[in-house]
C-alpha cells in the first residue's frame, strides 16, 4: 500500500506553498485511475477544473468541478479521473498543527464531500490568497484556515441535532436545484409551511435562509468563474441570480471585489 508523504499527490504540481504546519498546493491530476493508497496527512481537495471520482472502501463519489473533497490520514482510497482535463487545490495538516491551534482531531474523521457553502467560499478565498501570494497572505491563509475549521465544527454540531427529515430535503434542494428558489417554491416542494421553514431553517443551517442561498449560488458560481469560457452572464443565470448585476452585488458582499476581478488576477496568475 502506497503512503503519500507531505505534498504529495498524483499528478504534476504547478506550485505549493507551505508554513507554519499548513499546506497549499496545487496539481493537474494527469492518471486515469491511481492505486490504492493513503496520506501521511489529512488533507482538502477544492476540484478546480473537470470530474473526479474519490473511491474508498464503502463508497464512490463523485466530484465535479467545484467539488469539496476530505479525506484523513488513516482513509485507504484510490481517485479515478472522468474527463481529459483536471485540476485540484489541496490544503493540508501536519498533525502537530491541531495541537498547537487548539482544534479537535474529532473534526477529521474519515472521508468527507462537504456541501455547506458558507466552507466553499472560504476556500475560495484560500485559492485567492494562494494565488496573490503577497506579503498579506501568509497571515489571511492562516486566518482563513482556522475559520474553515470553525465552519466544519458547526456543521459537524448542526448534524449532531435531532434534525427533521424536511431540512433534509431543503438542503437537497438548496444544493442541487436550479429552479429560481423562493419560499414559497420551497414551501411546496416540501410540504411544510412557509412560515415554519423561515422560523426553523436558521436553527439547522447556522445562518438565515436567505444568507444560505445566496451561499449556495455563490458555490455553484466559483467553478464557473475559473473556466474563462464562461461569461460572467452566463455564470450569473447559470449559478441562479436573476442578472450579472445581482450577481456582482452579492459576490462582492462576500469576496470584496466583483467577479471578474477575482477572475482576472486568477487568470493572471494561472498563466505565469
Given amino acids: 500500500m502506497k503512503i503519500l508523504t507531505k505534498g504529495e499527490y498524483y499528478g504534476n504540481q504547478n506550485s505549493e506553498v507551505s508554513f507554519n504546519g499548513i499546506l497549499l498546493s496545487q496539481y493537474n ?4 485511475k491511481t492505486d490504492w493508497h493513503y496520506h501521511e496527512n ?3 481537495m477544492f476540484v478546480l477544473h473537470g470530474n473526479m471520482i474519490d473511491c474508498n472502501a464503502k463508497v464512490k463519489t463523485r466530484c465535479p468541478s467545484g467539488s469539496l473533497m476530505f479525506n484523513n490520514w488513516q482513509e485507504v482510497h484510490y481517485g479515478i479521473k472522468h474527463s481529459h482535463a483536471a485540476s485540484g487545490f489541496h ?18 474523521e474519515g472521508s468527507l464531500l ?28 492562516e486566518l482563513l484556515v482556522l475559520q474553515i475549521c ?3 465544527s458547526d456543521s459537524k454540531e448542526s448534524d449532531g441535532k435531532t434534525v427533521p427529515n424536511w431540512i433534509f430535503e431543503l438542503k437537497e434542494l438548496l444544493h442541487y436545484d436550479t429552479s429560481q428558489l423562493s419560499l414559497q417554491y420551497l414551501s411546496e416542494q416540501l410540504n411544510v409551511h412557509p ?6 431553517a436558521s436553527k439547522y443551517l447556522n445562518t438565515s435562509l436567505g444568507e444560505y442561498i445566496r451561499q449556495e449560488k455563490i458555490k455553484k ?9 464562461n461569461s460572467l452572464t452566463q455564470i450569473a443565470y447559470q449559478a441562479g441570480f436573476s442578472d450579472q448585476s445581482h450577481f456582482n452585488r452579492v459576490f462582492k458582499s ?6 471578474s476581478a477575482y477572475r482576472k488576477h486568477f487568470n493572471k496568475n494561472k498563466s505565469c
Avoid: C
Wanted: aromatic content about 20%.
Fill in 29 to 32: 491530476y494527469t492518471i486515469d
Fill in 42 to 44: 489529512p488533507y482538502f
Fill in 221 to 229: 458560481a466559483i467553478p464557473l468563474i475559473f473556466d474563462s469560457n
Fill in 91 to 108: 490544503l493540508e495538516f501536519q498533525k502537530d498543527w491541531f495541537k498547537t491551534n487548539g482544534i479537535d482531531l474529532n473534526l477529521f
Fill in 254 to 259: 462576500y469576496f470584496n471585489m466583483n467577479p
Fill in 195 to 200: 412560515v415554519h421553514i423561515s422560523r426553523s
Fill in 150 to 152: 470553525d465552519a466544519l
Fill in 114 to 141: 462537504v456541501q455547506n457553502p458558507h466552507i466553499h467560499f472560504l476556500f475560495a478565498k484560500l485559492y485567492y490568497e494562494f494565488m496573490r501570494s503577497d506579503e498579506f497572505s501568509n497571515v489571511s491563509v
